[in-house]
């Protein structure tokens, strides 16, 4: 039987005093975002003398809100569905079929990971314009297929690895063609990565600024991130409406997360016994 010691008792104070410093910036967003922007250069730390949920229905309006979280949702929606098709499928390719040529596209995927993106966004707009798939969505649904796509096949390439192949060989037999392979035995073997992959995609591309920034100039196609800035001039930083507009930009994603939590500690386990 396990005792409780000094030492657990320590580290159970470590964790929960790093627990509150991680918090303290979400206190400051959520606080702030029902205050006045008086009441806020006042004292941004303290509580609110009275909480102004007007500020979020003002920035539901100036936002045009339900219009950027769809456009938001749907670029993540696509993005995630495509770079979960492509990246499993790849890397299990990859594992499948070893050689040199095989060895050299993995090595390549993998040094895309690191190279920054500031390094090829001005080619990228510039191909982007030749391509004609500049301010769309269409569009940067399949630039985030080319930046998300490396790091997938590189989470997936490990995983594949420990799905025993004698497993596929008996489907083959049974008569199941290769497509039939992967999805009815491969992918749901999959699901502890692939719930990894969504994660972590989910993200980036819920919360990118950049990339949005340099391909939707129409203002109908604003995301969140996108809309948000807007309160964040060069001369004028309405933190009130802000603050507000950033609570309802995390809380989709805040519930997503909490949504798939127990996946994700599933996830956890089936990735350590494998």
């Given at each position: 039987?396990n005792?409780?010691t ?8 470590i964790g ?29 730390a303290?509580?609110p ?12 309006e ?18 995630i569905?495509?770079?979960?098709i ?16 095989s ?6 995927f ?25 301010n ?19 989470l997936y390439?490990?995983?594949v ?20 392979v992967?999805w009815?035995?491969?992918?749901p073997?999959?699901?502890?990565i ?22 939707l100039q ?14 964040f001039?060069q ?20 519930i ?10 599933k ?8």
């Amino acid at each position: 039987m396990n005792r409780y010691t000094k030492k657990t008792f320590g580290l159970e104070v470590i964790g929960i005093v790093l627990g509150i410093i991680f918090l303290i910036p979400f206190y400051f967003v959520v606080v702030n975002s029902v205050k006045s922007f008086a009441e806020i250069l006042i004292d941004a730390a303290a509580l609110p003398s009275e909480i102004l949920l007007s500020n979020y229905a003002k920035v539901w309006e100036i936002l045009n809100f339900p219009s950027a979280f769809m456009n938001s949702f749907i670029i993540t929606f696509l993005s995630i569905v495509g770079l979960i098709i492509i990246s499993s499928m790849a890397a299990w390719k990859l594992v499948r079929t070893p050689g040199k040529f095989s060895s050299f596209l993995f090595i390549m995927f993998v040094s895309a990971m690191v190279i920054p993106f500031q390094a090829v966004m001005i080619p990228l707009v510039k191909l982007g314009g030749i391509l004609g798939i500049m301010n769309s969505i269409p569009g940067i649904v399949m630039m985030y297929f080319g930046f998300g796509v490396p790091l997938s096949i590189f989470l997936y390439h490990g995983f594949v690895k420990t799905v025993p192949i004698e497993i596929e060989e008996s489907a083959r037999i049974d008569g199941c063609s290769q497509f039939g392979v992967f999805w009815r035995i491969v992918f749901p073997l999959l699901k502890p990565i692939t719930v990894t992959v969504i994660i972590l995609n989910t993200l980036w591309i819920w919360n990118d600024y950049l990339l949005p920034l340099l391909v939707l100039q129409d203002a109908s196609l604003r995301t969140i991130p996108l809309a948000t800035s807007s309160f964040f001039a060069q001369y004028t930083k309405q933190w009130d409406m802000g603050l507000a507009a950033l609570v309802l930009g995390i809380t989709p994603i805040i519930i997503f997360f909490l949504f798939l939590q127990k996946h994700i500690i599933k996830g956890i386990a089936a990735g350590s016994i494998k």
